[in-house]
C-alpha cells in the first residue's frame, strides 16, 4: 500500500504503455486516481485508442517519477493487469480528483469514462536521492515475486575483483560466497563481466 499510496498522492500523473495490434508499444500520460489495498485505479474514455489497447490486452505497464532532477528523483513501475470497472466509481474519482470536473464538466460529457482497475502486478521502487540507491521490488493482488537481478554462486573464492568496478559499492564480502546486497543494486551487470571464476548470474 505504501508504494501504490505513493503513486496516487506523490507522483499521480505517470506514463504508461500499451501494446498496440502490431506487437508496438504505445505510450500516454495517465492521471492514477485511488488505490486501495486490491490495486491502483484510473478512468479513460472510451473513444480513445488507449482505451481499445486496454480492452484487447488487458495488461498495462507504467512508470511515474518524482524528484527536481536525476540524483533527487523516485521512481516507480509497475506492470499488471487490469479489468474495466464501467462507471460506478467515477463520482468517487471525481470527489477525489476535482480537477477532472473542468475537463469533463457536465453529466453528459462524463459518459465517455469508464474506470479501469489494476488489480494485480508486480513493481519496483528506485530512489536515487539516497547514497547507496534503494530499490525494492513488490507485488500486489495474486502476483508472486520473482527473482531477479544479479547473485554470487558458490563459485566464487572472495577475490574482490568484482568490488573494484561497483558503482555503488554494495557487494557485502563478510562471508564467501560474497552477497550482492539486492536494495543497493544498480543491475549494471559490471560484477559478473569482470568475474574471473563467472561466480555472478543473472536472473529474471
Same mark, same amino acid.
Given at each position: !500500500?505504501?508504494?501504490?499510496?505513493?503513486?496516487?498522492? @506523490?507522483?499521480? %500523473?505517470?506514463?504508461?504503455? %500499451?501494446?498496440?495490434?502490431?506487437?508496438?508499444?504505445?505510450?500516454?500520460?495517465?492521471?492514477?486516481?485511488? =488505490?486501495?489495498?486490491?490495486?491502483?485505479?484510473?478512468?479513460?474514455?472510451?473513444? &480513445?485508442?488507449?482505451? &481499445? $489497447?486496454?480492452?484487447? $490486452?488487458?495488461?498495462?505497464?507504467?512508470? /511515474?517519477? #518524482?524528484?527536481?532532477? %536525476?540524483?533527487?528523483?523516485?521512481?516507480?513501475?509497475?506492470?499488471?493487469?487490469? &479489468?474495466?470497472?464501467? *462507471?460506478?466509481?467515477?463520482?468517487?474519482?471525481? *470527489? #477525489?480528483?476535482?480537477?477532472?470536473?473542468?475537463?469533463?464538466?457536465?453529466?453528459?460529457?462524463? &459518459? =465517455?469514462?469508464?474506470?479501469?482497475? +489494476?488489480?494485480?502486478?508486480?513493481?519496483?521502487?528506485?530512489?536515487?536521492? #539516497?547514497?547507496?540507491?534503494?530499490?525494492?521490488?513488490?507485488?500486489? /493482488?495474486? !502476483?508472486? +515475486?520473482?527473482?531477479? /537481478?544479479?547473485?554470487?554462486?558458490?563459485?566464487?573464492?572472495?577475490? $574482490?575483483?568484482?568490488?573494484?568496478?561497483?558503482?555503488? *559499492?554494495?557487494?557485502?564480502?563478510?562471508?564467501?560466497?560474497?552477497?550482492?546486497? #539486492? @536494495?543497493?543494486?544498480?543491475?549494471?551487470?559490471?560484477?559478473?563481466?569482470?568475474?574471473?571464476?563467472?561466480?555472478?548470474?543473472? @536472473?529474471?
Amino acid at each position: !500500500m505504501e508504494y501504490l499510496n505513493f503513486i496516487v498522492n @506523490e507522483i499521480h %500523473t505517470i506514463i504508461a504503455a %500499451t501494446i498496440d495490434d502490431d506487437g508496438l508499444p504505445v505510450t500516454c500520460a495517465i492521471d492514477i486516481m485511488d =488505490a486501495d489495498e486490491n490495486g491502483l485505479y484510473f478512468l479513460t474514455a472510451k473513444g &480513445k485508442g488507449f482505451y &481499445k $489497447r486496454l480492452k484487447k $490486452r488487458e495488461y498495462i505497464a507504467l512508470t /511515474g517519477i #518524482k524528484g527536481e532532477n %536525476t540524483m533527487s528523483c523516485i521512481a516507480v513501475s509497475i506492470r499488471g493487469k487490469v &479489468k474495466e470497472l464501467g *462507471d460506478k466509481l467515477l463520482p468517487k474519482l471525481f *470527489d #477525489k480528483n476535482p480537477y477532472m470536473k473542468e475537463i469533463y464538466p457536465t453529466v453528459n460529457s462524463q &459518459k =465517455a469514462l469508464t474506470v479501469f482497475k +489494476i488489480y494485480e502486478g508486480s513493481g519496483e521502487w528506485f530512489n536515487l536521492s #539516497k547514497k547507496p540507491i534503494e530499490r525494492f521490488s513488490f507485488v500486489f /493482488g495474486n !502476483m508472486q +515475486i520473482k527473482t531477479k /537481478g544479479y547473485f554470487i554462486t558458490n563459485a566464487c573464492i572472495g577475490c $574482490r575483483q568484482c568490488q573494484t568496478v561497483c558503482p555503488q *559499492d554494495c557487494i557485502d564480502f563478510t562471508f564467501i560466497p560474497a552477497i550482492i546486497q #539486492k @536494495e543497493h543494486c544498480l543491475h549494471c551487470g559490471n560484477c559478473m563481466s569482470i568475474c574471473p571464476y563467472n561466480a555472478v548470474i543473472q @536472473e529474471g
